[in-house]
């Protein structure tokens, strides 16, 4: 595959990156961070690519791939690797029959990504029953417990710190393998609903709100404030929902940007609430 980011992230925007190294295990990982660490080397970690808008112009560092994969299933604890995929990891518990996952079906990306952004959905998130995380700091690998990683909504210490997520040990209490399936099989189908397969998107743009009164869906500030439907150039916010926007193939990574900042404001000038995306951009 060539260095060009739109071939790596769902968005699909994206100009070529100086270079891509694929880790594909922990120790390929590890070494390639030391000898970027030691050249001074500019890069980025890269996990599914889900929740990415890559500059148009590309990256002038180095892409660092994680795709190290391995799951192991020990009675109630699962031990798995940052770059397995965060849907194979639910369909391995749900199997098991280990409760806790089968909420978090349909969401695209890695286990690593999901625990950096702390993914969740139907008011369950990924970090509920996370007994601890892997983690390589700059110069050694370490376990971090649960309680050691700041989670709270959408959010982790991982976005403050220099680290590298390696793996992650979940410790879930007992289920019916056939329940968990079903309830798994039921969210993928609402969530297809939602975000077509193969759909040029990165699912919600931006967090929902906390406030006294509760959550805020940052969809139904949205759509109050006329989003559906806006676009610039080949990027738009669909009829479906206000809080998606969607490249139709010809879009680029500025006018989704230009977009985004057009929605916060909308949204600031009616509420005074200031929107929070959960997208990442890359080389802005």
Known sequence: MDNLLKHRTNFKFGGPAK???????EVELIGALKDLKL?????YILGGGTNIIANDKGYGGVIVKIAAANLKINGKKIICDAGLSLGKLVGAANSAGLFGLETL??????V???I??????YGREISKFLKKVKIFDGK???WLPRTSCGFFYRESVFKKKPWVILAAEFNLPEGSAKKLAEKSKEIIKIREKKYKPNLRCAGSIFKNVFAKSGKIPAGRLLES?????MRIGGVYVPQQHANIIINNGRGKAADAKKLI???KKKVYRKYGIRLEEEVQYLGF
């Open 19 to 25: 270079k891509i190294i694929t880790a594909k295990s």
């Open 39 to 43: 050249k001074k080397t500019k890069y």
């Open 105 to 110: 079906a349909g969401i695209p990306g890695t």
């Open 112 to 114: 690593g990504g999901a």
């Open 116 to 121: 950096y952004g702390n993914a969740g959905a």
């Open 140 to 142: 050694n690998s370490r």
């Open 225 to 229: 404030v006329g989003a559906k439907s």
């Open 261 to 263: 900042d057009i929605l």
